[in-house]
């Protein structure tokens, strides 16, 4: 079982940046690997479906949602276990829970981070 933690939410005024990160582990040994995986961060706000904010493959090709090109990064540090997710231009309506996701037999989910752009 893959155990995916996120962290690097909170609250930004529009037009600011935040990192959101998500270190994996395999919960009984520690010894999950995302090397070998596409990666994906996902959004969802409440009342509306979540959706696809961005996905590294495992061999970095990158794909990122519309309303996200040119302002997010996605990018994986295998070595560390870590997906990271830079957040520029913040507009109120990135505002959200982020979850990090992997697919490795069955879908994984983190906890999730809030992040909410406001003035």
């Known amino acids: 079982q893959v155990q995916l933690v996120e962290s690097g939410g909170g609250l930004v005024q529009p037009g600011g940046s935040l990192r959101l990160s998500c270190v994996a582990s395999?919960?009984?040994?520690?010894?999950?690997?995302?090397?070998?995986?596409?990666m994906r961060w996902y959004r969802q706000v409440p009342g509306k479906q979540r959706e696809l904010v961005a996905g590294?493959?495992?061999?970095?090709?990158?794909n990122y949602a519309d309303s996200v090109k040119d302002r997010f990064t996605i990018a994986r540090d295998n070595a560390k276990n870590t997906v990271y997710l830079q957040m520029n231009s913040l507009k109120p309506e990135d505002t959200a829970v982020y979850y990090c996701?992997?697919?490795?037999?069955?879908?994984?989910w983190g906890q999730g981070t809030q992040v909410t752009v406001s003035s």
């Open positions: 996701n992997v697919l490795y037999g069955l879908d994984y």
């Open positions: 395999e919960r009984s040994s520690l010894s999950f690997s995302i090397s070998g995986y596409a």
């Open positions: 590294i493959s495992a061999v970095g090709r990158t």
